[in-house]
């Protein structure tokens, strides 16, 4: 015990002193807006579903792109995700001169953004954005002489993906006085293309000289200023005229219906104009007390200051000391990445009646589980409580424990039933605070019921259960497998953790399914027919999906054999001795890397580096992650290795940056290189962690000893029970591998 105070005594001061540090300043959030990570560069709160950002007219799935022209500025996003977008909703985009409502398309300069905030000048206008968790605030500066400033609202917007994905069916728009909107609009398509409807309330700080609402079709303006418009219908109001202008538009006759509202300004003698808008998925009633509580005054610095306030207390849950400048920046980034996503919709559930927290878009929880929510387990668990208990909730209404969720509805399911690792995860660390028998309920379902509607929810189970494998009969056949035997361990471990030791033992064994697929001449899993022939003209290396094979109906999903064969964390000695021992396989493991089929950018193979560990050989995960870390990760636009999926790659590189990885499901951690010299996580019940490595560096990346709380340890493992009871790790770095946890595990 006198070791351990010595070494939290000694380590004081220079956590004290690092603790000067903003990780604000650090924290990029346009890293990962282009090259293919499809992250928000805008502005947001830690988990919050507003997130007012830039939209751009050749934007991905995150509505931005660099290179081309900002339209507006949307208040709901995802992030990090690939495919079809979802959402891109209530764009304003402040003009200057006649209004109109086409070609709102403008080249930006002096763009910046920093966590809660982002900034930009379109063709002289500087816009400012800010928010909440259900609100955004925009402060716009309208150029000197430029007059009138004009602020236009577009109900109906949505990210496009250049005409594909989503479209509004329906809107409407009340026009309550010279300063105030509201309305909603619904919406259909996108990824998982269930519908859904969002209501606004929208406020200025000052009443607009002449404002109104504004029809449009096939880019064709049918609104003006002024009394009178479309049918005799008043389309636009003067101060003076103070009654209530409600439009309601279908916008299903005609694919590029839009529906808006609009107000100008005389900005010769106040340059400056702000808009809050609140939303909601329950009613416009609902949209404005959620702006009431959130953002009740007209202070922009003062809004802004309380986002920042929430990002320094997300991202102080670790602190760092070494590293590069850019390893630091690289880390707060992802730190800020890995709290964007799923969104906390609490109090804002429309679909069932609930007074339990509620979150939506997981997107999915195939990417998530592995690195993600086993992060916030630790440094936010709070929320992570919130998320478990959301998808137990959602289970209870909709029958089924969702692998994705997004806009109220379940989908779509890429493999396995992956809420059953996330509540493994849960139940076996001990996270507390929700109902564990329902969850077990939940997932003995997935295991056990044939789904009604495998696209979205549950599993394919009639082959697998009696062949024990996922035949070629079925998509996704061979991935499928493995996630479903790891999901059958995630079961199992629930199961033994409540005393069903029978249950336990039963999906122990089905756990085991992933060795039907061997095949041990070729050295991976092979996909397999009912008949348990193996798929013809079959090579490991074989990527998927190709031209002749639909890629949602490939037998691996996103993938090769050699990728997917790494994937059997329920039994890495098993696939040791399938491989051929110790030797055999750490030669098995380089044969992905050296061979360039390792993909980072994608999740199948993302444990791959440190099950060197396994075979006794950490010195090997040392250089593999390390080399990840500095190749795959950067401090520009394009510095991550590709879809960020909902913060699942950045919070990889949060957990290998420290040096420590999960074990998703698993109450066990490997331990690896750190790149710092000192993290200090911090835990619940105001405990720290720490990990300390000062002689780290490029070259010393190797741990040559390792001692917990002053006592030497010889394993690359960590128990969750060693973390969360605080204490310190620390770890010898040499530039050689040494005997350290060469005994595998």
């Known amino acids: 015990m006198k070791v351990f105070v010595l070494a939290l005594c000694l380590l004081t001061a220079p956590v004290a002193a690092h603790a000067q540090i903003d990780p604000l300043k650090l924290a990029d959030p346009f890293v990962g807006a282009d090259g293919g990570g499809n992250t928000v560069p805008g502005a947001g709160v830690p988990f919050g579903f507003v997130s007012l950002s830039p939209d751009t007219a050749n934007g991905e799935t995150n509505g931005y792109d660099s290179q081309s022209a900002i339209t507006g500025f949307s208040f ?17 985009t402040p003009t200057t001169g006649a209004v109109g409502v086409n070609n709102l398309a403008f080249a930006k300069t002096g763009e910046i953004a920093s966590p809660g905030y982002y900034a930009v000048t379109l063709n002289g206008v500087r816009t400012e954005l800010t928010a909440s968790r259900l609100t955004g605030l925009m402060r716009v500066t309208f150029p000197k002489g430029a007059t009138p400033g004009n602020l236009i609202l577009d109900a109906t917007s949505v990210v496009t993906l250049r005409g594909e994905g989503q479209r509004a069916t329906g809107a409407h728009v009340d026009i309550i006085d010279d300063h105030t909107v509201s309305g909603w609009a619904s919406f259909e398509g996108g990824w998982n293309p269930a519908p859904y409807k969002l209501y606004f309330y929208a406020v200025l700080d000052r009443p607009g000289t002449s404002f109104g609402a504004w029809k449009a ?84 610095d003062a809004q802004k200051a309380k986002a920042e306030t929430q990002w320094r207390k997300a991202l102080g849950q670790i602190e760092v000391l070494g590293g590069s400048d850019d390893q630091r920046r690289i880390f707060y980034t992802a730190l800020y990445r890995s709290h964007t996503m799923p969104h906390d919709l609490t109090g804002e559930n ?331 996580i911090h835990l619940e019940g105001g405990k720290t962690f720490t990990v300390s490595a000062p002689k780290t560096s490029a070259t010393n990346l190797y741990v040559t000893a390792a001692r917990l709380n002053g006592k030497p340890i010889d394993r690359a493992t960590l128990t969750h029970a060693e973390l969360m009871a605080g204490g310190v790790l620390e770890l010898d770095m040499g530039d050689k591998p040494a005997k350290w946890a060469t005994g595998g595990q």
């Open 76 to 92: 709901t996003h995802v992030t990090g995700t690939g495919g079809k977008s979802k959402y891109g909703n209530f764009k304003v």
């Open 217 to 300: 079709s096939q880019g064709k303006l049918l609104q003006q200023a002024g009394k009178g418009g479309l049918d005799g219908e008043p389309q636009a109001k003067t101060p003076a005229d103070k009654a209530a202008l409600m439009v309601d538009y279908d916008t299903r006759q005609e694919f590029s219906n839009r529906l808006g509202a609009w107000a100008s300004f005389d900005v010769a003698q106040n340059p400056v104009v702000e808009l809050k808008l609140g939303v909601s998925f329950i009613s416009a009633d609902k949209a404005r007390a959620n702006l009431d509580a959130e953002m009740p005054g007209w202070d922009f």
């Open 350 to 680: 429309v679909w069932w009646a609930s007074n339990e927290p509620h979150f939506e878009d997981f997107y999915t929880l195939w990417d998530t589980f592995r690195t993600l929510h086993p992060l916030l387990t630790v440094i936010q668990p709070d929320a992570q409580r919130g998320m478990v208990r959301s998808l137990i909730d959602t289970y209870r209404h909709t029958g089924w424990l969702p692998d994705a969720r997004i806009a109220g509805a379940n989908g779509m399911t890429q493999g396995g039933s992956n809420g059953d690792v996330v509540v493994a995860d849960a139940v076996m660390k001990n996270l507390g605070g929700f109902d564990i028998r329902t969850a077990y309920e939940a997932i003995r379902k997935d295991g056990e019921v044939e789904s009604d509607q495998p696209l979205l929810q549950g599993r394919v189970l009639k082959d697998y259960l009696a062949l024990g494998y996922v035949p070629l009969s079925q998509a996704r056949s061979a991935s499928r497998t493995l996630e479903y035997t790891y999901d059958d361990f995630a079961i199992s471990e629930v199961a033994d953790h409540l005393g069903d030791k029978a249950v336990a033992e039963t999906y122990r064994q089905r756990s085991k399914g992933w060795e039907k697929l061997w095949d041990n001449d070729l050295g991976c899993i092979r996909p397999r027919y009912g008949d348990g022939r193996g798929l013809e003209n079959f090579s490991c290396a074989y990527d998927y999906p190709d031209k002749t094979t639909p890629w949602w109906e490939a037998p691996f999903y996103e993938g090769n054999s050699l990728q997917y064969s790494t994937y059997v964390p329920q039994d890495v000695p098993g696939l040791i001795n399938k491989v051929g021992g110790r030797q055999a396989f750490v030669a098995w493991l380089d044969r992905l890397f050296d061979g360039g089929h390792y993909n980072q950018g994608n999740e199948p193979d993302i444990l791959a580096p440190w099950m060197y560990i396994d075979a006794g050989r950490p010195d090997r995960t040392a250089e593999r992650v390390r080399h990840i870390l500095s190749s795959q990760y950067g401090t520009g636009r394009a510095g991550l290795p590709g879809n960020d999926d909902a913060g699942a790659m950045s919070s990889w590189y949060v957990w290998s940056a420290v040096g420590l990885y999960p074990l998703a499901g698993k109450p066990l951690y490997y331990i690896g290189s750190p790149v710092f010299a000192r993290s200090v």
